[in-house]
């Protein structure tokens, strides 16, 4: 069998909007009071739109 010539890895950053990262959410224990919307299991989660 052959050996194979070594290929560095590579990477690229690409940058991002923090904003887009964190959202604004309640973290309670106490259901009734949470501020994050009800959905069903089938629904589809809009993640908003990202510009190229």
């Known amino acids: 069998m052959k050996k194979k010539?070594?290929?560095a890895?590579?990477?690229e950053v690409f940058p991002m909007m923090e904003e887009?990262?964190?959202h604004k959410?309640?973290?309670t224990m106490d259901a009734?009071?949470?501020e994050?919307?009800?959905w069903g299991?089938?629904?589809e989660i809009d993640g908003g739109e990202f510009e190229q």
């Open 5 to 7: 010539t070594y290929v």
């Open 9 to 11: 890895p590579k990477s």
């Open 20 to 22: 887009l990262l964190v």
């Open 25 to 27: 959410t309640s973290v």
């Open 32 to 34: 009734p009071h949470s």
């Open 36 to 38: 994050e919307e009800q």
């Open 41 to 43: 299991s089938d629904e």
